[in-house]
């Protein structure tokens, strides 16, 4: 296996991260649902989830609700972006704040 000189790899890691987030970003744009109010932005992406309403009446739904928040944690929408906005009034909206 090649040796990567050390101090590209830093460049090479952000490179990568940067096409990662491109890619979780595009894949968020196409699976979105914008026929809900607030946006639905499901977990599993490409149709493997639809809008739950309300959150709490499905096993999929509540699990939808638990991990949000760490779509938010994860900063990959970007503070006070529209997409992160949505997250919050979608938990807010569908019955999310009562799973605690």
């Keep these: 296996m090649e040796r990567v ?3 590209s790899r830093p ?3 952000l490179r990568i991260a940067a096409d990662l987030r491109h890619a979780i970003l595009a894949a968020t744009e196409k699976s979105e649902f ?3 109010t607030p946006p639905f932005i499901p ?8 809008p739950y ?3 709490t009446a499905s096993m999929r ?3 939808w609700d638990l991990i949000a928040p760490y779509m938010l944690g994860s900063g990959m929408f970007g503070p006070g972006s529209a997409r992160e906005r949505a997250i919050v009034d979608y938990l807010q909206e569908h019955g ?4 605690g």
């Design 11 to 13: 460049a090479d890691l």
């Design 53 to 55: 309403d309300p959150l």
């Design 5 to 7: 000189p050390t101090d």
């Design 43 to 50: 977990v599993a992406l490409f149709g493997e989830e639809k």
């Design 61 to 63: 739904g509540s699990y």
């Design 96 to 99: 999310g704040v009562f799973m």
């Design 34 to 36: 914008t026929n809900t």
